[in-house]
């Protein structure tokens, strides 16, 4: 049916800086997955890097979705914005300010109240994955010149 | 026949304004040298970016200074000015007009007065006049003030004692003391807030006069005292700061002496930040109500009455490179509703959590957890936890798939004060989680309805054993089954927090499509998920013990085009074949302040069926006609077949005004609700900050944009 098994990512830059501190778990599963797909090589700072990417926001919010029939929140959603560009060498911007968000849907009941609070960190940990694939293929089709 | 003089400014080194030289045309020029110049007849004006023309103008070379007469216009940074007379410096700027009308570049803030005075370039005091932002000789809103004092440089106005009127009704009074300040650009800042006025179930007749005061760029203060007709006068303060390394906001609501109670009722919600050190932080979340009814009784919306279970924490947190630690003290406030009891909480006093770990040490990741807990409760078993979670990983990437092999060590020690009958004082628990985790990736170029995009085909195995330990004896302090999802089905524990660790020999089996537009957006993602045990699982608390497969999970989600997207998902029981739990959803927003969105949710409590959720939630915001737009929203109890939340209302828009009224109705407790209907008036430029009734509708109708 046309499917083929994802080939190497040629990214448009051969090294990249990501603006994320080092013991950021966001930061290290990015760079483990540029690195594995291919020749691109993760800097140790800006100015020696085709690229850098640069964080611009990265907010969590927590929002009642559902109450049950005496008005208790029952169903929270959980939400993860990410806003970061890419700039080349000389500071112009390859790709524009851009936002990636993200959500999961956790339920909630006032007696598990700290169950639900690791489940969330859980749920952001998923959400990060999921965000960490979705940067790879913004990157992926960069337009350079 | 057009003549002209030229003025040279002060010298100076910068070409600014102030200095630049003043060029004056006129078709008649006279007067004595060094003394005056007198300028007749189509007199004009050119000073940098300052133009003026008049009928007569007389300029005096000692004192620098020009007086103009007979139908003065006069320009300065894009501000018009209209007057009989007017005098200027033209080194400093200052000078005045008598009878003045004038218009601002930046907001369209307009109005007319006995004079204005001008203190340099940008700062000017209007002295009994007017200021709007509607157009026109006769404008819908303006405000009355003995001064107004307008600053183009910080776009800010300030009145003084000042009314304000709405279609030539007085509706708003500011005393001086008050000092009203307004903006006079689109910048959000300082303004007074537009009043409220509505009625309720619960407090009758209530009238809202919020101020705003904007004491610093980085921090402010409004106060919005509220009559509430049955129980009396509230004072609620807002404030908010913003510094180098802190953050935070406060808010207290007080009522003396409730007419319906006689006690005083309070409400405090605190949040802080703050870098203490470089690498050590402090923050706190206090929230406090004074009695139980407080949100029943005070609430304006159903997100206020949801939450029953009110944090109070203290957290310093020490962050390294490679580890950091953090002490919290966690307390709760339960706010019981008496038909519907909630077990409180347990209470952290303290807790100390140490993470150490790295990314990428050839090859692995590690990470050490060590937390150490004493759990207190008034009626709970109380008692001390330590846990260490050694981890190590490698991870094994290539772009077409991915292999990961995990080993973990969960050790446990309990010190308990005050065991139940054939519980141990002191215990331990050891036990070791191997997982495997794999996928791979394939692609091809597909067609989604007209565009070309890349379908991935993401097939993922996940493979876990935990041996089994006997735990029935062990407290629970703050485990409970985890929710069954995506995130879930591969994480190695069914359950979350530290009591429980799940008797695992499972497989889990998902695929994975998504459709990636060229720009590398996600557009559609489509998954189905489920877990095979190979042994029969005896761990549990208190729930059902699953057979040979998990539950069922599909889900699907994404924009199906620019303006329709779609979700669905569902989790559904092997042995009965039912919905555990399951929403269907839709969004059209084929326009800006358009929006309609309309879902089902569903989920199984067969334990506490006043726990289950099943309703229709339908919202929206739609034009009407010219002007005109209509929100609502009905959240909808098909178990009870009672409106859970319920939200009608119609929003008028003028240029320079907007007018909204909106009723509502939302369940508060066991069979209580609230009634209300409240109105609100809105004046571009005077008030220019979101209000509680616009935080209700973006909080209930998803997609909601302010009108103005």
């Not at chain 2, 007319?112 to 209007?126: A, H, L, N, Y």
């Not at chain 2, 077990?343 to 959590?353: A, E, G, K, M, S």
């Not at chain 2, 799940?502 to 060229?518: H, K, M, W, Y």
């Not at chain 2, 009672?642 to 009608?648: R, T």
Request: aromatic content about 10%.
């Amino acid at each position: 049916c046309g499917f083929a098994l994802r080939g190497a990512v040629a990214f448009p830059f051969n090294s990249i800086f990501i603006g994320l501190p080092l013991n950021s778990p966001l930061g290290g599963e990015l760079k483990r997955n540029i690195r594995s797909s291919g020749q691109t090589t993760i800097a140790a700072d800006a100015k020696s890097a085709d690229v850098a990417l640069e964080v611009l926001g990265e907010t969590r919010e927590k929002v009642i979705l559902s109450y049950n029939s005496q008005g208790r929140a029952r169903e929270y959603n959980l939400l993860y914005n990410f806003r970061f560009r890419v700039v080349d060498k000389d500071g112009k911007e390859v790709l524009t300010p851009t936002g990636i968000s993200l959500k999961r849907t956790i339920s909630f009941n006032e007696s598990q109240v700290l169950a639900k609070e690791s489940e969330e960190v859980l749920l952001y940990r998923d959400m990060q994955s999921d965000l960490v694939q979705q940067i790879m293929r913004r990157l992926a089709v960069l337009k350079m010149d | 026949q057009v003549q002209s003089v030229a003025i040279a400014g002060k010298p100076s080194t910068k070409a600014d304004d102030k200095n630049a030289t003043t060029v004056i045309q006129a078709e008649q020029i006279s007067g004595r040298p060094e003394r005056y110049i007198q300028f007749d007849e189509k007199v004009e004006l050119v000073k940098g970016t300052t133009t003026m023309v008049a009928d007569h103008a007389i300029y005096r070379n000692l004192e620098d200074e020009l007086d103009a007469k007979g139908d003065v216009r006069a320009v300065r940074n894009g501000d018009c000015y209209n007057g009989d007379e007017m005098r200027l410096r033209l080194d400093t700027n200052a000078g005045f007009v008598i009878n003045p009308s004038y218009k601002l570049l930046r907001n369209n803030g307009q109005g007319k007065g006995e004079r204005i005075e001008f203190q340099d370039e940008e700062r000017s005091t209007v002295f009994k006049g007017t200021y709007s932002t509607c157009e026109g000789f006769d404008p819908d809103w303006y405000l009355k003030a003995d001064t107004l004092k307008l600053d183009t440089g910080i776009d800010r106005g300030v009145a003084g004692t000042s009314v304000v009127y709405f279609k030539h009704v007085p509706i708003l009074a500011v005393p001086s003391f008050l000092a009203m300040s307004f903006p006079l650009s689109d910048a959000r800042h300082s303004g007074v807030l537009p009043p409220s006025l509505g009625s309720s179930s619960t407090g009758g007749m209530e009238l809202g006069l919020p101020y705003y005061f904007n004491i610093a760029p980085n921090r402010d203060l409004t106060v919005f005292p509220k009559y509430i007709q049955k129980r009396g006068l509230q004072v609620g303060l807002d404030g908010r700061y913003l510094g180098v390394g802190y953050a935070g906001e406060t808010n207290f609501e007080f009522l003396p002496d409730d007419k319906q109670t006689g006690t005083n009722r309070y409400a405090l919600a605190s949040t802080h930040a703050q870098t203490l050190l470089p690498k050590l932080a402090l923050s706190w979340n206090i929230n406090h109500a004074s009695d139980d009814a407080y949100p029943a009784d005070f609430a304006t919306n159903i997100n206020k009455t949801a939450v029953r279970v009110l944090p109070r924490d203290l957290t310093f947190a020490y962050t390294d490179t490679y580890w950091n630690a953090i002490l919290l003290s966690s307390k709760y406030q339960v706010l019981q509703d008496i038909a519907a009891p909630i077990v409180p909480p347990y209470d952290r006093l303290p807790q100390l959590t140490v993470h150490g770990g790295q990314f990428d040490v050839l090859g692995f990741d590690w990470a050490v957890d060590t937390i150490l807990t004493r759990f207190s409760h008034p009626t709970l078993v109380r008692g001390d936890r330590a846990v260490i979670i050694p981890q190590v990983s490698m991870p094994f990437l290539q772009p077409g798939y991915f292999v990961t092999p995990k080993l973990s060590l969960h050790a446990t020690n309990y010190h308990l004060d005050n065991p139940v009958a054939g519980q141990d004082a002191n215990s331990q628990r050891t036990l070791p989680t191997f997982s495997l985790d794999s996928g791979l990736i394939f692609e091809r170029k597909a067609n989604w309805f007209g565009s070309q995009m890349t379908q991935t085909l993401e097939p993922r195995l996940f493979y876990v054993n935990t041996p089994y330990r006997d735990q029935s004896q062990l407290p629970n302090f703050d485990s409970a089954t985890a929710d069954f999802n995506f995130a879930q089905m591969f994480s190695e524990n069914r359950f979350t927090g530290h009591d429980r660790i799940g008797d695992a020999n499972q497989l889990t089996a998902a695929l994975v499509s998504r459709f990636i537009e060229d720009s590398g957006e996600e557009r559609v993602k489509l998954a189905i998920g489920q877990r095979i045990y190979f042994n029969q699982q005896k761990v549990s608390l208190g729930g059902s013990v699953s057979q040979s497969r998990s539950d069922l999970l599909l889900s699907a989600a994404g924009k199906i085009s620019d303006t329709l997207s779609a979700e669905a998902s569902l989790q559904m029981s092997q042995s009965d074949n039912e919905a555990v739990r399951s929403n269907y959803g839709l969004r059209w927003s084929p326009a800006p302040r358009k929006v309609l969105n309309a879902e089902y949710r569903f989920q199984r409590d067969t334990v506490t069926p006043n726990n289950q959720v099943k309703q229709i939630d339908v919202s929206m915001q739609w034009p009407l006609a010219n002007r005109w737009y209509m929100v609502g929203r009905s959240n909808f109890s098909l178990q009870t077949n009672k409106l859970i939340e319920g939200l009608a209302g119609f929003e008028y828009k003028q240029d320079c005004w907007s007018f909204r009224v909106l009723a509502q109705r939302f369940v508060t407790a066991t069979s209580t609700s609230t009634t209300g209907i409240s109105m609100q008036l809105e004046l571009n430029g005077l008030a220019k900050l979101g209000s509680n009734t616009i935080d209700v509708l973006k909080k209930g109708i998803s997609g909601y944009q302010p009108i103005n």
